[in-house]
């Protein structure tokens, strides 16, 4: 009984390292198309995430025939409760790469100050998805609580396109369509950093039994 479940939570890591991989992939791909203005890079972003979606569905059902059949307790009860938790959160990660997809779809960006560093806090964001599932899938409580301190990072360059759009507000005179869908696409890239950071809290918590408190 336990060699089955153990193959099971090895399947379950892989599954959820596949997931991780289609997330860092939409990512990049809506962060290559941003920088590009490569619409049809970015209707790929829309059929990745449409793939998540799915893999989302399918893990959902690993786990809950894991706690129905197998009756997991203490750690092992941990780490399939925290995966459940930490698809939703691998979801919303590709839901926002689609967001910043359908933004490039129908925007036109000049090559101004905001987008290199809009492409600059995607790598940073790209990196903690990709830490935070790594983590989970050693129990690398050490790791996680890197990606959580490197949100800070995130949240810097987020900073850093808010105060760069207001100055060229102040320079043109008036907040263009531009300057909000580049603050949109900063915001989604926040938000997929707070999903990392989140993961990242759900792996101390499969090791520790506890979730680390929020800054």
Same mark, same amino acid.
């Given at each position: 009984?336990?060699?089955?479940?153990?193959?099971?939570?090895?399947?379950?890591?892989?599954?959820?390292?596949?997931?991780?991989?289609?997330?860092?992939?939409?990512?990049?791909?809506?962060?290559? %198309? +941003?920088?590009? /203005? &490569? #619409?049809?890079? !970015? @209707?790929?972003? $829309?059929?990745?995430?449409?793939?998540? *979606?799915?893999?989302?569905?399918?893990?959902?059902?690993?786990?809950?025939?894991?706690?129905?059949?197998?009756?997991?307790?203490?750690?092992?009860?941990?780490?399939?409760?925290?995966?459940?938790?930490?698809?939703?959160?691998?979801?919303?990660?590709?839901?926002?790469?689609?967001?910043?997809?359908?933004?490039?779809?129908?925007?036109?960006?000049?090559?101004?100050?905001?987008?290199?560093?809009?492409?600059?806090?995607?790598?940073?964001?790209?990196?903690?998805?990709?830490?935070?599932?790594? %983590? +989970?899938?050693? /129990? &690398? #409580?050490?790791? !996680? @609580?890197?990606? $959580?301190?490197?949100?800070?990072?995130? *949240?810097?360059?987020?900073?850093?396109?808010?105060?760069?759009?207001?100055?060229?507000?102040?320079?043109?005179?008036?907040?263009?369509?531009?300057?909000?869908?580049?603050?949109?696409?900063?915001?989604?890239?926040?938000?997929?950093?707070?999903?990392?950071?989140?993961?990242?809290?759900?792996?101390?918590?499969?090791?520790?039994?506890?979730?680390?408190?929020?800054?």
């Amino acid at each position: 009984m336990r060699t089955a479940f153990d193959e099971q939570l090895k399947q379950l890591r892989q599954e959820l390292i596949g997931m991780s991989g289609e997330c860092e992939e939409a990512l990049a791909r809506a962060t290559g %198309a +941003f920088m590009t /203005g &490569d #619409c049809e890079l !970015a @209707a790929t972003v $829309i059929r990745t995430a449409e793939g998540i *979606d799915r893999r989302e569905r399918d893990i959902e059902a690993m786990c809950l025939k894991m706690l129905l059949m197998q009756h997991p307790v203490a750690t092992d009860l941990r780490t399939v409760s925290s995966a459940l938790k930490l698809v939703t959160d691998l979801e919303r990660i590709g839901n926002q790469s689609a967001d910043i997809a359908d933004i490039v779809r129908t925007a036109s960006f000049s090559d101004t100050v905001e987008r290199q560093t809009i492409h600059d806090m995607a790598q940073a964001v790209i990196g903690m998805v990709s830490g935070s599932v790594d %983590a +989970f899938a050693s /129990g &690398d #409580c050490g790791r !996680a @609580a890197e990606i $959580i301190a490197e949100d800070d990072i995130v *949240d810097a360059y987020f900073d850093r396109v808010k105060e760069q759009l207001v100055a060229d507000m102040k320079r043109s005179g008036d907040f263009s369509r531009c300057g909000i869908d580049l603050l949109m696409i900063a915001k989604y890239l926040e938000r997929s950093g707070d999903h990392a950071v989140n993961i990242a809290r759900w792996v101390i918590y499969s090791s520790t039994g506890e979730i680390p408190e929020e800054a």
